[in-house]
């Protein structure tokens, strides 16, 4: 009795472990997934601003330092120059399905819940 019992035992815990990995590497999938298309992005608006910043030098709308002052000043607004700027209002977080809405939104755009 106490050996099945105990076999038992051994065989749930064999199940919540392979449960527990199954769900451990579908979520580092679903990171790696999340970090390429991050890097695509972020790849996608450095070519942007380059190309902005290129036409806009080449037509003498300013020099690089200006730009540079300008990034300053920028980068200065939310009290900090790190070499970032962060968004002047954090978007907000649904209590429901946690995912992020406008600041000003008063329900969740995904799941209609009230923020
Ligand atoms: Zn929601």
Known sequence: M?????????RRERGKVAALEKSTNWKLEN???DIGELQHEIEQLRLIVKSLASICQQKGVFTEAEYQDMQDFVDIQDGLLDGKSKPEYEPLT???????NNHMAKSCMWCEAEI
């Open 94 to 100: 649904c209590p429901k399905c946690k995912r992020q």
């Open 31 to 33: 990171a790696q997934e």
């Open 2 to 10: 106490l050996w099945e019992v105990m076999g038992l035992a051994t």
